[in-house]
T-cell receptor, first 114, second 116 residues
Framework: AQSVSQHNHHVILSEAASLELGCNYS??????LFWYVQYPGQHLQLLLK??????LVKGIKGFEAEFIKSKFSFNLRKPSVQWSDTAEYFC????????????FGGGTRLMVKP | DAGVIQSPRHEVTEMGQEVTLRCKPI?????LFWYRQTMMRGLELLIY????????DSGMPEDRFSAKMPNASFSTLKIQPSEPRDSAVYFC??????????????FGEGSRLTVL
């Protein structure tokens, strides 16, 4: 069965530190990849997405993610985090032939200390 | 534009009671998903519908859970009888297929259920 792994469950950073959250998936075919963010008390929002083309995708609020097919990874990065980035981040995978069914990773809780 | 609308936002009930959660998807979206979020298991897909028809309910925990979508603008998730371990945030999401590239889900704000 397809799975999505986020190995870091909790991350604590100081403001201005660089961020990298790992995401690995097990599906071997062509996939669409997503990062969603959930700010405290809010619903999930799409942060960025990869369908095809340039494997380095840029999203909102200075986030970017790199798709490395050989490693089945789609890690999320931000050069300098802000306190307002405190949230839970979810990686999600959708195989191209699976309709709109997304499989989510377990999430990573990021806390940014001011 | 109205997003996905869920109700109630919060529900506190006692064990054994029936709970009904409601969702109105974004108009024109033909996929509807119910997810459950807990600290222990993260975000789990319970069931999803396409054009009001249940496609995959393999994530529904047990027979106490049921979901319906009587029309394109309304869905319910029912738990009967409820148990304390059902306490979670239940998210509804909708999506649109019919384009070459899809997979973006639009989430509601969730229904936080507490079963005492």
């Amino acid at each position: 069965a397809q799975s999505v792994s986020q190995h870091n469950h909790h991350v604590i950073l100081s403001e201005a530190a660089s961020l990298e959250l790992g995401c690995n998936y097990s599906y071997g075919g062509t996939v669409n990849l997503f990062w969603y963010v959930q700010y405290p008390g809010q619903h999930l929002q799409l942060l960025l997405k990869y369908f095809s083309g340039d494997p380095l995708v840029k999203g909102i609020k200075g986030f970017e993610a790199e798709f490395i097919k050989s490693k089945f990874s789609f890690n999320l990065r931000k050069p300098s985090v802000q306190w307002s980035d405190t949230a839970e981040y979810f990686c999600a995978v959708n195989p191209n032939n699976a309709g709109n069914m997304l499989t989510f990773g377990g999430g990573t809780r990021l806390m940014v200390k001011p | 534009d109205a997003g996905v609308i869920q109700s109630p936002r919060h529900e506190v009930t006692e064990m054994g009671q029936e709970v009904t959660l409601r969702c109105k998807p974004i108009s024109g979206h033909d996929y509807l998903f119910w997810y459950r979020q807990t600290m222990m298991r993260g975000l789990e897909l319970l069931i999803y519908f396409n054009n009001n028809v249940p496609i995959d309910d393999s994530g529904m925990p047990e027979d106490r859970f049921s979901a319906k979508m009587p029309n394109a603008s309304f869905s319910t998730l029912k738990i009967q009888p409820s148990e304390p371990r059902d306490s979670a945030v239940y998210f509804c999401a909708s999506s649109l297929r019919g384009r070459p590239l899809t997979g973006e889900l639009f989430f509601g704000e969730g229904s936080r259920l507490t079963v005492l």
